[in-house]
T-cell receptor, first 115, second 114 residues
Framework: KQEVTQIPAALSVPEGENLVLNCSFT??????LQWFRQDPGKGLTSLLL?????REQTSGRLNASLDKSSGRSTLYIAASQPGDSATYLC??????????????FGQGTILTVHP | DAGVIQSPRHEVTEMGQEVTLRCKPI?????LFWYRQTMMRGLELLIY????????DSGMPEDRFSAKMPNASFSTLKIQPSEPRDSAVYFC????????????FGPGTRLTVT
């Protein structure tokens, strides 16, 4: 059974800092890995998706990497801003067997960027 | 496309009542997922469909929960009878068979059972 863990659970940083959010998964047979952002009381917004054959994806100040063999992904946020404050969730899409198409989520990292 | 549409956005009901949540996936998407989010348990997959057929309902908590997908553009999640511990935010998501399988989430329905 796939398990996804995110570290740290919460992070508070001053504006302008570069930061790294970590995600680990137990079953390396994944199809892709998605990073989402969730603002309080809102739905999930997809930030980046890395396919299993890829090593990283970039969008603006965000960069996500994937190391399938070690079961790890990181989300790098450059020059953080107060508007980046949100909960960040990673999710692994299982491949094969009866779990195909199933996203397993981590518990999330609550990020606070203070001015 | 308008994205995944869910209704109602908020639902307050009394214990014992039937609750029906609705979802319209993105047109052309053949996968549909129902999730539940609580502070204690985070995001949990309840059930998912492929081409309107339920594939995995192992996350459905008990027989009080049921889900249907009568056609490619509509799905319901029903709770009967509802209990206070069912209070949560319920999300619907959809994706399309292909290279990416990226899931797109609806805005969620916040259910409160008193």
């Amino acid at each position: 059974k796939q398990e996804v863990t995110q570290i740290p659970a919460a992070l508070s940083v001053p504006e302008g800092e570069n930061l790294v959010l970590n995600c680990s998964f137990t079953d390396s047979a994944i199809y892709n890995l998605q990073w989402f952002r969730q603002d309080p009381g809102k739905g999930l917004t997809s930030l980046l998706l890395i396919q299993s054959s890829q090593r990283e994806q970039t969008s603006g100040r965000l960069n996500a990497s994937l190391d399938k063999s070690s079961g790890r992904s990181t989300l790098y946020i450059a020059a953080s801003q107060p508007g980046d404050s949100a909960t960040y969730l990673c999710a692994a899409l299982n491949a094969g067997g009866t779990s195909y198409g199933k996203l397993t989520f981590g518990q999330g990292t609550i990020l606070t960027v203070h001015p | 496309d308008a994205g995944v549409i869910q209704s109602p956005r908020h639902e307050v009901t009394e214990m014992g009542q039937e609750v029906t949540l609705r979802c319209k996936p993105i047109s052309g998407h053949d996968y549909l997922f129902w999730y539940r989010q609580t502070m204690m348990r985070g995001l949990e997959l309840l059930i998912y469909f492929n081409n309107n057929v339920p594939i995995d309902d192992s996350g459905m908590p008990e027989d009080r929960f049921s889900a249907k997908m009568p056609n490619a553009s509509f799905s319901t999640l029903k709770i009967q009878p509802s209990e206070p511990r069912d209070s949560a935010v319920y999300f619907c998501a959809s994706s399309q068979t292909g290279v990416v399988y990226e899931q797109y989430f609806g805005p969620g329905t916040r259910l409160t059972v008193t």
